[in-house]
């Protein structure tokens, strides 16, 4: 089981510009998460996922797009890169809340620079 | 809006002694609590959980929550320079799917 993979592990973007960061997990986890980290401070919540097709927004969603259209697969969408979405961005999956104390499994993160 | 709040530190203990971490947060309706510890440029690591009133033990971690005041605490006996990282405390709140992060409390473990 490779977990929680993501790619890329960097990228410098020029204002304006447009990515995607992918995230794939491979346990079969229904729910799947996208986090930015900002130096110094904790996790926020961009969107997250409770199955195929299903997404929601999180605390921070202004600025990013995602889509679920596998269960191994959430990318999320940078549209219009600006200075502020500079942050490490996380991607994270867990099974069932529900099912007793559920734990979020993370992916090594993906740091993000633009200038 | 549901909050959870932490101190940010650092906190610095001697290498050897109980290094104590408290969490605290908005919703009476929290329903799981997780400690976790990121070292420096890694991704968040799960130490401990819990979901009843009282302590929970693992190893050199002990995990406390008090629903009637709303906190949770972390304590880590025999500290260890290798325990040096921040540690995040994270709550998912009754009827929902998201987890809402602390900002997390650096711990320095001096040699």
């Known amino acids: 089981n490779a977990g929680v993979t993501q790619t890329p592990k960097f990228r410098i973007l020029k204002i304006g510009q447009s990515m995607t960061l992918q995230c794939t997990q491979d346990?079969?986890?229904?729910?799947m998460y996208w986090y930015r980290q900002d130096p110094g401070m904790g996790l926020k919540l961009i969107y997250y996922s409770v199955g195929a097709g299903i997404t929601d927004k999180g605390e921070v969603p202004n600025g990013y797009n995602v889509s679920r259209s596998t269960t191994e697969d959430f990318p999320l969408r940078l549209e219009l890169a600006a200075p502020s979405q500079t942050s490490v961005y996380f991607c994270?999956?867990?099974?069932?809340?529900?099912?007793?104390?559920?734990?979020?499994?993370f992916g090594p993160g993906t740091r993000l620079t633009v200038t | 809006q549901k909050e959870v709040e932490q101190n940010s530190g650092p906190l610095s203990v001697p290498e050897g002694a109980i290094a104590s971490l408290n969490c605290t947060y908005s919703d009476r309706g929290s329903q799981s609590f997780f400690w976790y510890r990121q070292y420096s440029g890694k991704s968040p690591e799960l130490i401990m959980s819990i979901y009843s009133n009282g302590d929970k033990e693992d190893g050199r971690f002990t995990a406390q929550l008090n629903k009637a005041s709303q906190y949770v605490s972390l304590l880590i006996r025999d500290s260890q320079p290798s325990d040096s990282a921040t540690y995040l405390c994270a709550v998912r709140f009754s009827g929902t799917y998201k987890y809402i992060f602390g900002t997390g409390t650096r711990l320095k473990v001096l040699a």
């Open positions: 346990m079969n986890h229904n729910y």
């Open positions: 994270a999956s867990s099974s069932l809340p529900g099912q007793g104390i559920v734990e979020q499994y």
